[in-house]
């Protein structure tokens, strides 16, 4: 077992999953202004220092994805952000692209930026006590999209980043996101998101990375968010490990899913079948943003010193993620 699946596997292992608070200044500004919360630096460090403190952390989370401008901060109590995720058993990660700009020759379309300085920017993170990284690259569906341009450039910058994180004794997470937003079919999205994701691993090979240390971070397979086809979890689940078992090598130790949009229960019941229904040998659990954070910080921003308020409902959705992840969940559970 190599060094990096070690660290893969302690993150991913026994039902527990990530936390994703790496939103980027401006989006936490989105997050936090949509609760009428004022977005001062101060703020963004409450909201989550209420998050990694809480008691769910120790059972449920195995990493929390941070942000440059936390992983840099220090708590109330004088404690550095990654010591206190350490303190409770999870490993700091970060999220090491500088984001989707247009793609020059496809401008209607995205490609992630990031890799400038990169290796300079791993070594710095790695001494702050980060373990793993994130780098997330867009896709939307439409009749012309994906194209060929964009499936193949971001799958070559997300090998690239993953051969300086690997270098740099980290593990990277692969993100490719294919969108929600669309009327498309879920018959789309699986074609589309199989076409992203085999690229992506080409690409990681041809980049001589360590599979086993490599956590997949991928979408489910859903209809697009404004189609009038949906379809039933059961689906999502089974199409969803169609696709991953056809498009992802055996070597790679785990997938760990965003929520994309998805409601807090969606996310949690799709995450649940999937694992009730699992045939691989992949672990298969949650790197939630939205699904894990929305209710807590809709509790907060109404009494932002209720720090327990916050904590309980975290811990609540934490858990029942971390039910999902072993295939344990059920509906009557939300409501205890
Ligand atoms: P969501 O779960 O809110 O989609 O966020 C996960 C994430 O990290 C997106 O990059």
Redesign the pocket.
């Known amino acids: 077992m190599t060094e990096l699946n070690k660290i893969a596997l302690k993150i991913l292992s026994n039902g527990k999953g990530i936390l994703?608070a790496?939103e980027s200044t401006a989006t936490m500004t989105k997050r936090l202004e949509n609760v009428n919360v004022s977005s001062s630096s101060e703020n963004r460090l409450l909201f989550r220092e209420i998050l990694f403190s809480s008691e769910s952390m120790r059972d449920c989370i195995g990493g929390v994805?941070l942000y440059d401008e936390t992983i840099k901060q220090i708590t109330s109590s004088k404690q550095k952000i990654p010591e206190l995720i350490s303190s409770t058993g999870a490993l700091p990660g970060i999220k090491v692209d500088t984001g989707a700009k247009v793609l020059a020759g496809s401008p209607e379309e995205k490609i992630t930026e990031g890799l400038d300085g990169l290796r300079e920017r791993l070594t710095e993170y790695y001494q702050l006590g980060a373990r793993f990284t994130k780098w997330?690259g867009v896709y939307s569906i439409s009749n012309s999209y994906p194209s060929k341009l964009s499936i193949n450039s971001n799958a070559h910058a997300l090998a690239r980043y993953s051969a300086l994180v690997q270098e740099c004794k980290m593990v990277p997470i692969v993100?490719p996101?294919v969108l929600m937003e669309g009327n498309h079919s879920a018959e789309d999205c699986f074609s589309k998101t199989s076409e992203v994701i085999r690229k992506c691993f080409e690409e990681l090979i041809l980049h001589n990375i360590d599979l086993s240390g490599v956590i997949l971070k991928p979408n489910m397979i859903l209809p697009g968010a404004s189609s009038d086809k949906k379809i039933s979890s059961e689906e999502v689940a089974k199409l969803t490990l169609k696709c991953l078992k056809e498009n992802v090598p055996t070597d790679v130790p785990g997938v760990a899913f965003?929520?994309?949009?998805q409601s807090e229960q969606e996310a949690t019941e799709n995450l649940d079948l999937i694992n009730k229904h699992n045939d691989t040998n992949f672990i298969m659990t949650y790197?939630?943003?939205?699904?894990l954070q929305q209710s807590a910080l809709k509790s907060w921003s109404k009494d932002i010193k209720d720090v327990k308020g916050a904590q309980k409902i975290f811990n609540h959705r934490a858990k029942m993620c971390t039910l999902a992840a072993q295939g344990k969940w059920s509906a009557e559970l939300e409501a205890k």
């Open positions: 994703a790496d994805i997330r993100e996101e965003l929520s994309g949009g790197s939630y943003g939205r699904a």
